[in-house]
């Protein structure tokens, strides 16, 4: 009986939830009426904490994105937004973040892009084993105003003269078992 109850305890503390599908989104926008235009990253990578818990495992994780994937589903767009918006970032193309703290309804995570460190709220729910986090960043926070008025000059006719500043971004993510 005791290795039984051994057996059960060490799976407990081995065995949890990992990240089987993640992906990150966003929602630029363009134009005086703030059309959106909404895209995601082909190149991410998660890392894959463990824990029992959605708090254990989202606490310390970790995404890297390489910004020359973008993509909106419009290989032209995702040409320009490459070009002029991502190749000129300090340290090249990837945006790096760590989950720094989860409270009940809040995710913190550490956003690295062009060289500065940002701590960025992010709004989530967690049921049925899926995560959603939402929240929003606004690239000059980020020192990235010439990169954006780069990219709005190269789609100033598309954007009417207008591309701004803030971005909404959004983290999905499935947890299943893992050893």
């Excluded at 992010?122 to 990169?147: C, H, P, R």
């Amino acid at each position: 009986m005791k290795f039984i109850l051994s057996f059960f305890l060490f799976s407990s503390l081995t065995y949890g939830a990992c990240f089987k599908d993640a992906s990150i989104n966003w929602s630029a926008y363009k134009t005086p009426a703030k059309a959106a235009v909404g895209g995601t990253f082909k190149g991410v990578s998660f890392t894959n904490n463990k824990g029992e818990k959605a708090s254990e495992i989202l606490t310390g994780a970790t995404f890297k994105i390489d910004a020359s994937t973008v993509s909106t589903k419009d290989k032209g767009r995702d040409f320009k937004i490459a070009k002029f918006f991502f190749s000129t970032l300090e340290g090249g193309s990837e945006i790096t973040g760590v989950v720094k703290k989860v409270t009940n309804k809040v995710l913190t995570v550490a956003i690295t892009m062009n060289g500065k460190t940002l701590d960025i709220p992010l709004s989530y729910t967690y049921k049925n084993q899926k995560l959603s986090a939402k929240g929003v960043i606004d690239v000059f926070d980020f020192a990235m105003n010439d990169e954006l008025s780069a990219l709005n000059k190269a789609c100033a006719a598309l954007h009417e003269g207008k591309t701004w500043s803030d971005v909404a971004i959004s983290i999905d993510a499935t947890f299943t078992s893992c050893k």
